[in-house]
């Protein structure tokens, strides 16, 4: 008997078996599944970190709660092979994939049976009957594989990138944890449409879901775009002056520590971290070209010009609709504690929290970035300005809540120092020294 005949054999076994124990209907409804969750697919789209998503899995949870069997793993499992197969994806992405995607669906149709829940072709008819016999199981199956699927995304690609799982996860799933919210009674809708009005019917109601998906996408693209339009307009100012290349986004980078070490929600510590990218923005203007290509110290007109770039830099940002709450947090990034900084003079807690965070951020920056005239500082001497300014320049609780978090040390790791090596190079390119 060749190996053909076996497989063969065994696969019409357990064809035969699968048939017998699962509900009626359940065929029927693994083949109509399958096929949206084919044209969800088909319409994936890019996250920001190289990830992607796609309303397939509405679908794909659906199967799981109509056939919660091994036979809805097995065609997830081929259904995503296929997909890769289509997408022209690497062999080792594909087997990833496919690898996630069947532990992720095994895991959740395991907990949905160990927590009550039963296929909706055998559960009772009436939503409020349904719902009291399978609600809670079904819900604690989609968190448990939304959670799940995001976790192993993450962690694939801070490993593959160096980033921090948690900053992965921040960006990829943060902004669209309202949609995953909002898909968990969607799913639930889904399977109870078909199972209680038929394919038609659940057939139908997948045409507001692709509209659905469309609006998603736009929303991700919109903001993608915003940000690298941000980031373009940010790099043509820094253009202009080597030896601050990278300045506006290492800016961005700790203030978004230090915003994480003062313990603020994540929609402040995105905001702080979007000023600090714009808080340069100003230097735009062709005043600012001559005096930032200058190596050497800058006279007191000079000087005189370069405090106007905060409220220059407010006065560009407040024409762009978007972009108006960014305003206060730019024009005072240069207001000192004391009250000796420009352009108003302000102080104290009269500064908003995100300008003294930037303040911080910009002056650890400079301390250690290599300039013409002196070489990056260390940790140490970074440590000790902070604090023999703190009360003067700077907020003086910013000072001691940074020292004294976990964060501090993130600014001076390899990838930081790394790029300040980067920063020698293009000086000593820029100098002409080899």
């Given at each position: ?41 088909a ?9 992607t ?11 799981t ?12 499992g ?40 039963i296929?909706f072709?055998?559960?009772p008819?009436g939503?409020a ?17 939304v959670v ?5 995304t ?51 109601l997948?045409?507001?879901l ?40 290492r ?44 190596t050497?110290?800058?006279?007191l ?17 407040a024409?762009m ?6 305003v ?17 003079g ?8 995100a300008?003294?965070v ?26 000790a ?34 790029s ?7 000086l ?7």
């Open positions: 008997m060749t190996l053909t005949s076996v497989a063969a054999v065994v696969g019409a076994s357990l064809l035969v078996t699968t048939y017998s124990v699962l509900p009626d209907g359940a065929w029927t409804a693994l083949t109509l599944l399958t096929l949206l969750a084919i044209i969800g697919e319409w994936a789209f890019l996250l920001p970190s190289s990830a998503t796609s309303i397939a899995f509405i679908p794909y949870m659906a199967m709660l109509v056939v919660p069997h091994w036979t809805t793993v097995a065609a997830i081929m259904l995503k092979a296929a997909d890769c197969v289509r997408a022209r994806i690497s062999a080792t992405k594909t087997v990833f994939n496919v690898a996630q995607f069947v532990l992720v669906f095994s895991v959740t149709i395991l907990a949905y049976r160990f927590a009550g829940g296929s072709l055998e559960a008819n939503i009957e349904l719902t009291r016999a399978c609600g809670l199981a079904a819900l604690c199956a989609y968190a448990l594989s799940l699927n995001y976790s192993l993450s962690v694939v690609i801070a490993l593959s990138s160096g980033r921090r799982i948690t900053d992965v996860w921040r960006e990829n799933h943060g902004p669209s944890l309202g949609l995953d919210l909002i898909a968990a009674p969607v799913t639930f809708g889904f399977a109870y449409c078909y199972t209680n009005f038929g394919p038609i019917a659940a057939a139908l997948w045409v507001p692709v509209g659905f998906r469309h609006w998603a996408k736009t929303t991700v693209d919109l903001a993608q775009t915003n940000r690298e339009l941000l980031e373009l307009m940010i790099k043509s100012i820094e253009a202009r002056d080597p030896y601050t290349s990278g300045h506006s986004r800016v961005s980078q700790y203030a978004t520590i230090i915003a994480r070490a003062l313990r603020l929600s994540e929609r402040e510590i995105e905001k702080i971290g979007t000023a600090a990218l714009l808080h340069d923005v100003g230097k735009i203007h062709e005043k600012y070209g001559p005096i930032l290509r200058k050497e110290k800058l006279n007109e000079e000087w005189a010009i370069m405090k106007e770039h905060p409220a220059d830099g407010a006065e560009l940002v024409t609709t978007r972009l108006t709450e960014f206060p947090a730019i024009r005072h990034h240069h207001e000192r504690w004391g009250g000796a900084g420009y352009p108003d302000i102080s104290g807690d009269s500064i908003p929290l300008s003294r930037i303040m911080v951020a910009d002056t650890i920056d400079a301390m250690t970035t290599v300039r013409p005239y002196r070489g990056a500082l260390t940790e140490a001497d970074v440590k300005e902070l604090l023999k300014l703190r009360g003067e320049q700077f907020d003086p609780s910013i000072v001691d809540t940074l020292l004294a978090s976990t964060e501090w040390r993130q600014i001076f790791t390899p990838a930081h120092r790394s300040q090596s980067r920063g020698l190079s293009l000593r390119a820029a100098s002409g020294e080899r």
